[in-house]
T-cell receptor
Framework: KNQVEQSPQSLIILEGKNCTLQ??????????LRWYKQDTGRGPVSLTI?????NTKSNGRYTATLDADTKQSSLHITASQLSDSASYIC????????????FGAGTTVTVRA | ETGVTQSPTHLIKTRGQQVTLRCSSQ?????VSWYQQALGQGPQFIFQ???????GRGNFPPRFSGLQFPNYSSELNVNALELDDSALYLC???????????FGPGTRLTVT
């Protein structure tokens, strides 16, 4: 059973608009949560990483939030650009000392002019 | 760019054949993790190598095997290829088993 669920599976937005992606997880005990951007056919690139005590982290036009109590995270993209078209993957790590990462299936974002 | 390189970029194999994929880790990293990513899915953990030893394995059969060399580069070998092995194979390097993982660009394997 996948311990990281993402929604929506895909979305299409117009250039300049904002969007929010969701991630729910059941991984426990929680260590940290990362959002990655993956261009088609390429490896994932880290956008943000948050630990238990952090509830917001920004990287340019990307802002991630974390609610460790409800085990939910979101990634907000502001003023989308064509280059934002990619898959966005939520990745959760269990407690320190556990090297295994739990990956969501990703949300595919398509930005249209 | 993460400094992690993989080769080849793409390859096509026939069912039953064997394949070797290669990964060069980022400078200073001593750990390599391998993942299989089917189309439209998130990466699935295959195994991890730390200091030339296998440090953990996901739910993959023994025909998936690996090596890590003294320079910390790594190989993934897959024997008796099946059609379902068609996927993007990603490697990620880190400093230590629980360090931040940096991904390579992947190798796209197609089995026909």
């Amino acid at each position: 059973k996948n311990q990281v669920e993402q929604s929506p599976q895909s979305l299409i937005i117009l250039e300049g608009k904002n969007c929010t992606l969701q991630c729910n997880y059941t991984v426990s005990p929680f260590s940290n949560l990362r959002w990655y951007k993956q261009d088609t056919g390429r490896g994932p690139v880290s956008l943000t990483i948050m630990t238990f005590s952090e509830n917001t982290k920004s990287n340019g036009r990307y802002t991630a939030t974390l609610d460790a109590d409800t085990k939910q995270s979101s990634l907000h993209i502001t003023a989308s650009q064509l280059s934002d078209s990619a898959s966005y993957i939520c990745v959760v790590s269990a407690r320190c000392g556990d090297y295994k990462l739990s990956f969501g299936a990703g949300t595919t974002v398509t930005v249209r002019a | 760019e993460t400094g992690v390189t993989q080769s080849p970029t793409h390859l096509i194999k026939t069912r039953g054949q064997q394949v070797t994929l290669r990964c060069s880790s980022q400078s200073g990293h001593n750990t390599v993790s391998w993942y299989q990513q089917a189309l439209g899915q998130g990466p699935q953990f295959i195994f991890q190598y730390y200091r030339e030893e296998e440090n953990g394995r996901g739910n993959f059969p023994p025909r998936f095997s690996g090596l890590q060399f003294p320079n910390y580069s790594s190989e993934l070998n897959v024997n008796a290829l099946e059609l379902d092995d068609s996927a993007l194979y990603l490697c990620a390097s880190s400093f230590g088993p629980t360090g931040e993982q940096y991904f390579g660009p992947g190798t796209r394997l197609t089995v026909t």
